[in-house]
């Protein structure tokens, strides 16, 4: 404790000790020797410690309160509005390799560069530190992390956003073994953003379990156990025996049943990962990242890694997402990020109400025709713009969502944007095959990251922005995790972007339902299904059915051919640019034994039945 002594008053020497461990010390003390804070205060998890941080927000006008009781807005940068793919990069030790996919720097080039530009990084602030707990506690999923910040309002989504946890740090009796995160915004403007955008960094330390993240202040650039301790997790997990995933966990209630289905679904950001685990009549228990294990009794079960949602806004209204609707209009403790504010009411795009001329938003005061440096048009609010909320203060959040244990998987949903070839809703053939169309995954890109939207990339599993490990070896760590499987989950594709000629979506955002609920059918054993070349898809009589009964609407029998046809030449298409993807990655044979099999079995069918559009009704086997 030494020289911490001099940083620190007596109370944050007494939260240190009572720790008994002097890696966080050391790591305390490393960091204010280079960050140079003002001042420096340690978070337990004591609801005053808690209260001050949540305080401390509004005091440094990072948050600013508004009408309803506990809603406050924040500000990112003009241009700190998604996560920063190209800065974000994996620190490599000479003589590692991880890929072509993997963006990464030199390890020692990249330290000597970021310590350079942390120092005294922190100069006239207060740093926070505290503790998280990645996971429920005492749990054997949980992974303790530590949190470092100049930035109260990092500090105060995370208490949204995690389950504390000093008292699991406490538990560790002096190990290593946790994650650590160091994040600075930087010198700030007179709006109080991060000055210094162009040196913006996130370099991840594999080799010490830690991400340094500066100059920002978007969650996904600077919350630590966000989207940063979901890569030093895909690298722990892929060097044991476990899964790391972009996945919501959510509970399937159909009419009737008596028992919960739990699901995990893996989306690209923005790609309706959220509104799926809210469909209304289900459980949520988690909505971005979800760890999974093979348990005794060879089921897998998943656990939620954090106990809030960083949800995008845009299109949140009363008709298509009433849950979450609900709750932003409601008293609670919740953070808007990049929305308009007039007169301390919040509107944002797409939220069914009519929004005012005029305001402040992530552009400074703005008003309707403002233009940027670039001479784009300003739109009221940011498409990227997000609410931060606790999970628990839903009503549709599922009674296990706490259980150390996690819930038992039943099935997994792998889900893209794509406008023109995988089918609404299919099931895999089996576990390697589903493993197979999980790594096949596209997607065009959203707001959700920097860069130009609506081109198709490849997406693996919906985690490639996150993978830190080589390819081949994320793929493979899959299908060996099957193999352990004595009880496997069914494996589902779903793509709810699928448009007709005009351009315009052929189905409705809320028909993702019926998708939803013929995969639980499915896993009950309730329903047949069609055999094609890329898995088993669903009858028209039972969709049908669903329609009519769930979403009370027709669906006609034409819909249902285009939607569900086999698009062969499109699906060759994809299967090319997936085996240049993954050509000179080490993934298990098997993986191109699926690839070959697939393609002939596309092509045959084409022979066979003379198109590329391959209808559900020219297929004859059902199971
Ligand atoms: C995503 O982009 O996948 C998100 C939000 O969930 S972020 O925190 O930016 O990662
Ligand atoms: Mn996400």
Redesign the pocket.
Same mark, same amino acid.
């Given at each position: 404790m030494s020289r911490l002594e001099q940083f620190l008053d007596q109370t944050a020497l007494e939260k240190l000790s009572d720790l008994n461990n002097t890696h966080i010390n050391n790591i305390v003390e490393w960091v204010v020797e280079l960050c140079k804070p003002a001042k420096i205060s340690i978070i337990t998890d004591d609801k005053n410690d808690i209260a001050y941080v949540r305080k401390l927000a509004l005091d440094s006008g990072e948050e600013r309160s508004l009408t309803i009781n506990g809603h406050t807005i924040h500000y990112d940068g003009y241009q700190d509005q $998604?996560?920063d793919k190209a800065h974000t990069k994996v620190l490599l030790p000479e003589g590692k390799q991880l890929g072509r996919h993997i963006n990464t720097i030199d390890r020692k080039e990249g330290l000597n560069e970021i310590f350079r530009l942390m120092d005294g990084i922190m100069q006239g602030k207060e740093m926070l530190v505290r503790f998280f707990c990645l996971g429920p506690l005492n749990s054997r999923f949980s992974i303790p992390a530590l949190q470092i910040t100049d930035s109260a309002y990092v500090a105060h989504s995370e208490d949204l956003l995690y389950r504390s946890g000093y008292e699991e740090f406490r538990k560790l009796n002096g190990s290593p073994d946790f994650f650590y995160f160091i994040h600075s915004a930087g010198q700030l403007d007179d709006r109080g953003q991060s000055k210094n955008i162009n040196q913006r960094r996130i370099y991840i330390d594999l080799e010490e379990n830690r991400v340094l993240t500066i100059n920002n202040q978007? $969650?996904?650039?600077s919350?630590g156990l %966000? %989207?940063l301790a979901l890569r030093l997790a895909i690298n722990k997990s892929n060097h044991e025996d476990w899964l790391t995933e972009?996945m919501f966990v959510m509970g399937i209630h159909p009419e009737g049943r008596k028992r919960t289905t739990y699901f995990t679904g893996a989306f690209?950001? $923005?790609c309706g990962k959220t509104s799926t685990a809210m469909i209304p009549g289900q459980t949520i228990i988690g909505d971005?990242i979800a760890y999974l294990r093979v348990y005794e009794d060879g089921s897998c079960h998943a656990v939620n890694i954090e106990s809030g949602i960083?949800g995008i806004i845009t299109d949140v209204n009363s008709v298509d997402d009433p849950l979450i609707y609900q709750c932003l209009t409601t008293p609670r403790e919740l953070i808007f990020s990049n929305i308009l504010i007039n007169e301390e009411q919040p509107f944002w795009l797409g939220m069914g109400r009519d929004a005012p001329e005029s305001g402040v938003n992530h552009s400074g005061n703005w008003f309707k025709g403002k233009k940027d440096h670039e001479g784009n048009e300003i739109p009221l609010a940011h498409k990227n713009a997000?609410y931060t909320i606790r999970m628990r203060e839903l009503d549709n959040v599922d009674p296990e969502a706490e259980n150390p244990d996690g819930v038992q998987i039943d099935g997994i949903i792998y889900g893209g944007r794509d406008s023109d070839t995988n089918v609404p809703v299919c099931q895999s053939l089996d576990w390697d095959h589903g493993v197979f169309l999980g790594a096949c995954l596209e997607s065009e890109t959203t707001a $959700?990251?920097l860069g130009k939207e609506g081109v198709r990339k490849h997406s693996p599993m919906a985690n490639l922005d996150f993978v830190v490990v080589p390819l081949g070896k994320y793929i493979s760590n899959h299908l060996k995790f099957g193999k352990r499987l004595k009880r496997k989950p069914m494996i589902f594709t779903t793509n709810y972007f699928l448009k007709g000629s005009d351009g315009n979506y052929l189905t409705d955002k809320i028909d993702k339902k019926v998708w939803i609920l013929w995969a639980e059918a499915r896993v009950h054993g309730e329903v047949d299904a069609i055999k094609t070349p890329i898995g088993y898809i669903p009858l028209y009589d039972d969709l049908k059915y669903l329609f009519k009964n769930v979403l009370k609407k027709p669906f006609t029998e034409k819909l249902y051919k285009q939607i569900f046809s086999i698009r062969v030449e499109k699906l060759l298409q994809k299967l090319n640019r997936i085996e240049n993807i993954y050509k000179g990655e080490d993934v298990l044979e098997i993986f191109w034994d699926i690839l070959v099999n697939q393609r002939e079995q596309l092509q045959t069918a084409e022979v066979n039945y003379r198109t590329d559009m391959i209808q559900p009704d020219m297929f004859i086997d059902t199971v």
């Amino acid at each position: 404790m030494s020289r911490l002594e001099q940083f620190l008053d007596q109370t944050a020497l007494e939260k240190l000790s009572d720790l008994n461990n002097t890696h966080i010390n050391n790591i305390v003390e490393w960091v204010v020797e280079l960050c140079k804070p003002a001042k420096i205060s340690i978070i337990t998890d004591d609801k005053n410690d808690i209260a001050y941080v949540r305080k401390l927000a509004l005091d440094s006008g990072e948050e600013r309160s508004l009408t309803i009781n506990g809603h406050t807005i924040h500000y990112d940068g003009y241009q700190d509005q $998604a996560r920063d793919k190209a800065h974000t990069k994996v620190l490599l030790p000479e003589g590692k390799q991880l890929g072509r996919h993997i963006n990464t720097i030199d390890r020692k080039e990249g330290l000597n560069e970021i310590f350079r530009l942390m120092d005294g990084i922190m100069q006239g602030k207060e740093m926070l530190v505290r503790f998280f707990c990645l996971g429920p506690l005492n749990s054997r999923f949980s992974i303790p992390a530590l949190q470092i910040t100049d930035s109260a309002y990092v500090a105060h989504s995370e208490d949204l956003l995690y389950r504390s946890g000093y008292e699991e740090f406490r538990k560790l009796n002096g190990s290593p073994d946790f994650f650590y995160f160091i994040h600075s915004a930087g010198q700030l403007d007179d709006r109080g953003q991060s000055k210094n955008i162009n040196q913006r960094r996130i370099y991840i330390d594999l080799e010490e379990n830690r991400v340094l993240t500066i100059n920002n202040q978007y $969650a996904g650039n600077s919350l630590g156990l %966000k %989207k940063l301790a979901l890569r030093l997790a895909i690298n722990k997990s892929n060097h044991e025996d476990w899964l790391t995933e972009h996945m919501f966990v959510m509970g399937i209630h159909p009419e009737g049943r008596k028992r919960t289905t739990y699901f995990t679904g893996a989306f690209p950001s $923005a790609c309706g990962k959220t509104s799926t685990a809210m469909i209304p009549g289900q459980t949520i228990i988690g909505d971005d990242i979800a760890y999974l294990r093979v348990y005794e009794d060879g089921s897998c079960h998943a656990v939620n890694i954090e106990s809030g949602i960083f949800g995008i806004i845009t299109d949140v209204n009363s008709v298509d997402d009433p849950l979450i609707y609900q709750c932003l209009t409601t008293p609670r403790e919740l953070i808007f990020s990049n929305i308009l504010i007039n007169e301390e009411q919040p509107f944002w795009l797409g939220m069914g109400r009519d929004a005012p001329e005029s305001g402040v938003n992530h552009s400074g005061n703005w008003f309707k025709g403002k233009k940027d440096h670039e001479g784009n048009e300003i739109p009221l609010a940011h498409k990227n713009a997000r609410y931060t909320i606790r999970m628990r203060e839903l009503d549709n959040v599922d009674p296990e969502a706490e259980n150390p244990d996690g819930v038992q998987i039943d099935g997994i949903i792998y889900g893209g944007r794509d406008s023109d070839t995988n089918v609404p809703v299919c099931q895999s053939l089996d576990w390697d095959h589903g493993v197979f169309l999980g790594a096949c995954l596209e997607s065009e890109t959203t707001a $959700a990251t920097l860069g130009k939207e609506g081109v198709r990339k490849h997406s693996p599993m919906a985690n490639l922005d996150f993978v830190v490990v080589p390819l081949g070896k994320y793929i493979s760590n899959h299908l060996k995790f099957g193999k352990r499987l004595k009880r496997k989950p069914m494996i589902f594709t779903t793509n709810y972007f699928l448009k007709g000629s005009d351009g315009n979506y052929l189905t409705d955002k809320i028909d993702k339902k019926v998708w939803i609920l013929w995969a639980e059918a499915r896993v009950h054993g309730e329903v047949d299904a069609i055999k094609t070349p890329i898995g088993y898809i669903p009858l028209y009589d039972d969709l049908k059915y669903l329609f009519k009964n769930v979403l009370k609407k027709p669906f006609t029998e034409k819909l249902y051919k285009q939607i569900f046809s086999i698009r062969v030449e499109k699906l060759l298409q994809k299967l090319n640019r997936i085996e240049n993807i993954y050509k000179g990655e080490d993934v298990l044979e098997i993986f191109w034994d699926i690839l070959v099999n697939q393609r002939e079995q596309l092509q045959t069918a084409e022979v066979n039945y003379r198109t590329d559009m391959i209808q559900p009704d020219m297929f004859i086997d059902t199971v």
